[in-house]
Structure formats: C-alpha cells, structure tokens
C-alpha cells in the first residue's frame, strides 16, 4: 500500500515509517524540521528513512497549502497516518502560537486535502492529555472529555473534533488514536526520560515535579507502532453498515453519524514516577541527584489508559514492561551519544 505519513522525522513518525517499509509498503513522509527540539536529531532519523527503498521525504510544514497540494497531486495515497503535531505540555505557555498553527491549522489542512481523495484510512493522533482534569480511571475512550488544563490538550481535542466532522462529511473513515507518553530508542530530548538519562549520566541534578507524586501510563515505542500498524487494517465501518462479530464489543466507541472511532494506546499499567526513575538509575548504574520542585502548570497527576477496546478491537495492548524499555533507551543513549 501506499502511505502517506506526516512528521516523519519525528519520534514516533519515524518509527512508524521504518515499520511499514519492514513491511514492503511505499512510505511518503512529511516534516518541518522545526527546531523545538535538537534537529540533528529529526535529520538522523531521517536520513536513516532516505536510505531505504520505498521512501520519499519531504520537508514541508503542515501550514504551507501550496507545499502539500504539490505532494497530494504526486502521487495517490491508500492511507495518511497524520503524527505531525507541536508536542509538549509546559512549550504551551511558552509559544502557544506554535501549537495553533501546527496542531489546528495543520490539521485542518491535512483533512482538506484528504477529502479530495477516497482513502482506505486517516488516522492521526491524539493525546492522553484530553483526559485533563478527569479523575476516574482508568480512562476510557467513552469518558467525556470537556476540561483540558493545557492549550496543548485543547488543540489536540481540536482535532479530533475538526477530524469527526470531515469525516461524517465526506464519508472518511478516520481513527483518532490517544497517546499514552511513548518514550524508547530516538525518543525526544524534551520528555522526561531523556533529560534524566542526560542529567544522570552528566552527574546534574534532575527536576522532579510535583515531588515526584505523579504516575504515568508508559508505553514502548515498539508496542505503539504495533497497535498502530494493526489499527491501520480496521477502519471504523459506516454506521449501520454490518460490522464483523470479533468486533461487536466495540460498538460503543463508533460515532453514530460519521465513520469515525477514538482509541487509547495505552497498557494500562501506570508506573510512579519515583519508581521510573529508579530504572533508569538501575540502567545506568548510577544514583540520580534529584531537585524536587511543585507541580508545573498544564501538568496532570496520573494518567491511567484502559487498553480493553484496543484489546476487543485488535487483539492486542501494549505489555513491554518499563524495566525494558528504560534500558533499551539508555543503551541507545549511551551509543548514539557516546557516552
């Protein structure tokens, strides 16, 4: 098949695209470049993806119409994965421009010209963070979600909505997937794995916010791109089109007027994140020095996915335990870096 994938340069985008050329597809890949974090990073990666048969790559941002009605008219598309996105809680209140532009406008750019094509399949991505100040868990892709506490968490719920409505318009069958904090091998400088491997391997003291009484919901980088490259084989059908019965159980999660769904890709496992970075301490072999400070601004406490529609829909849910996943980044760490 043929894919579109944009932000391909990026953390998961990357991963994402070297998995569906492992595969045989034909990957086309957008990304901006954009400098919000160390670009050499999204030119390795990306370099890596250039080298392989099958790929083409385009440095476009999601806002230039003229850039992306060149690459749409290139070649046909089975299937558009969108990950392009401004990343990050606490960027927000820092340049929250940045997210409007890239996280709305890009998006409704990208649904503009998808729906000039029939498509197989749109997915794009969506957040954990839409959650916001829920507090039942774990969090179900039912839950109403009406009170983001980050603009980040508002643009992406954006999204999905601006994604709901094109899709009951133009008959897209489209997948909305929410994140829960990936993190592995080429993960971004910005998350917290990444500072505190850096911190602990340079001997610094690392930032521990809310005094370290938080828990996430981790989830490997490998066990995302498998939920995804399985959710890519079901789009969500019509409604009251017949629907197969391995399925039926996820009902629930279908919009009554559009094809269109909501996933969490999640494990469902929350880890503390005092207990977090004892891995990494146990990967590196060395203590942290750690600078505990208050809760920041647009940060939640807990987050906390159920996984059991991913598990219904797809047989699967993400399960590499944290141990794993730490030390596989760490090892990629200390190789890419030298150190």
């Known amino acids: 098949m043929r894919f579109l994938v944009t932000g391909s340069a990026g953390f998961i985008g990357f991963h994402l695209a070297r998995r569906l050329l492992d595969n045989g597809h034909e990957v086309t890949g957008i990304d901006g470049f954009t400098p919000y974090y160390d670009v050499s990073l999204k030119e390795h990666r990306h370099a890596l993806l250039e080298a392989r048969n099958g790929f083409t790559g385009h440095r476009v941002m999601l806002e230039d119409m003229a850039g992306l009605a060149e690459i749409w008219s290139s070649r046909p598309f089975d299937v558009v ?30 649904l503009e010209f998808a729906r000039t094509r029939p498509l197989q399949h749109l997915l794009l ?87 370290g009484e938080m828990e996430r919901d981790f989830t490997y980088i490998d066990d995302l791109v498998e939920a995804v490259c399985r959710l890519i084989d079901r789009p969500p059908p019509a409604p009251g089109a017949a629907r197969a019965p391995d399925i039926s159980g996820c009902d629930s999660l279908l919009s009554p007027v559009a094809p269109f769904r909501v996933i969490n890709i999640g494990g469902g496992k929350p880890t503390s994140l005092v207990a977090f970075i004892e891995e990494i301490e146990r990967a590196i072999g060395r203590p942290s020095h750690r600078n505990y400070m208050d809760l920041q601004p647009g940060d939640v406490v807990r987050t906390f ?33 030298k150190v």
């Open 81 to 110: 994965v969108h990950l392009a996105a401004q990343a990050g809680v606490r960027y927000s209140l820092e340049n929250p421009r940045a997210y409007v532009d890239a996280n709305i406008v890009g998006t409704f750019n990208v």
């Open 125 to 211: 991505a969506s957040t954990s963070s839409v959650y916001g100040a829920n507090t039942d868990v774990p969090f179900r892709e039912t839950d109403r979600v009406v009170h983001p506490v980050s603009l980040y968490a508002a643009t992406k719920l954006a999204t999905e909505h601006m994604a709901h409505s094109y899709s009951h318009l133009w008959k897209m069958p489209v997948t909305a997937f929410r994140f829960f904090t990936v993190y592995g091998p080429w993960g971004r400088p910005d998350m917290a794995l990444f500072k505190f491997t850096r911190g602990i391997l340079a001997g610094q003291a690392i930032d521990v916010y809310n005094h």
């Open 305 to 337: 996915a159920s996984a059991d529609a991913l598990e219904a829909l797809v047989g699967y849910r993400p399960s590499t335990p944290v141990s794993v996943g730490v030390k596989a980044f760490v090892d990629w760490y200390r190789d890419y870096y």
